[in-house]
């Protein structure tokens, strides 16, 4: 079985502030591949990063970076200098084959 | 533009009716997806079909079913079967490396 744990539940940072979200994933499976997805207000869910298993290369996306460390199974997510765009609710999920499974999201809310 | 289409983006249903939600693509993508989001419980999968005409249970299939019949469409009928109906539902699709596409939901309210 496989299950993704996003402990945080709702976290709010007051704009300029930089912000982790973490993500917790357990497997058996040696190939599988970690995804966030970000979901606005308007309910559409927004792809934002995919990484395989074998790739802990940490990644930068302008003021979005990832860290992957197999050794304690997290795929943390961190925004640098939020704006209140990034307001949203995050998913970390795990996919192995056909099936993705989502952690319960995390509410983010960039105070003005 | 490429991309999923949800319909009705809001309904409101009796209890006892039976309703259905479109989803369709423009993406070619094999794979679609069915999910249910409650408030504090993520995405839960109901049903995901690999190929045309071929479909699966997902965790929470029970008063749910779903058609394939085209590779574009992959409707979800609502029965009078579930329970607690009221929430949003998300279809998706993916590509061949696992990269999911979503819809925009529809929101379903049993009065």
């Known amino acids: 079985a496989q299950k993704v744990t996003q402990a945080q539940t709702e976290i709010s940072v007051v704009e300029k502030e930089d912000v982790t979200l973490d993500c917790v994933y357990e497997?058996?499976?040696?190939?599988?591949?970690l995804f966030w997805y970000k979901q606005p207000p308007s309910g559409e869910l927004v792809f934002l990063i995919r990484?395989?298993?074998?790739?802990?290369q940490n990644e930068i996306s302008g003021r979005y970076s990832w860290n992957f460390q197999k050794s304690t199974s997290s795929f943390n997510f961190t925004i640098t200098a939020s704006q209140v765009v990034d307001s949203a609710v995050y998913f970390c999920a795990l996919i192995r084959g056909e099936k993705l499974t989502f952690g319960t999201g995390t509410r983010l809310t960039i105070i003005p | 533009d490429g991309g999923i289409t949800q319909s009705p983006k809001y309904l409101f249903r009796k209890e006892g009716q039976n309703v259905t939600l479109s989803c369709e693509q423009n993406?070619?993508?094999?794979?679609m997806y069915w999910y249910r989001q409650d408030p504090g419980q993520g995405l839960r999968l109901i049903y995901y079909s690999q190929i045309v005409n071929d479909f699966q249970k997902g965790d929470i299939a029970e008063g749910y079913s779903v058609s394939r019949e085209k590779k574009e469409s992959f409707p979800l009928t609502v029965t009078s079967a579930q329970k607690n109906p009221t929430a949003f539902y998300l279809c998706a699709s993916s590509n061949t490396i696992g990269e999911l596409f979503f819809g925009e939901g529809s929101r379903l309210t049993v009065l």
């Open positions: 497997t058996r499976d040696t190939t599988y591949y």
């Open positions: 993406l070619n993508h094999d794979a």
């Open positions: 990484r395989n298993s074998f790739d802990e």
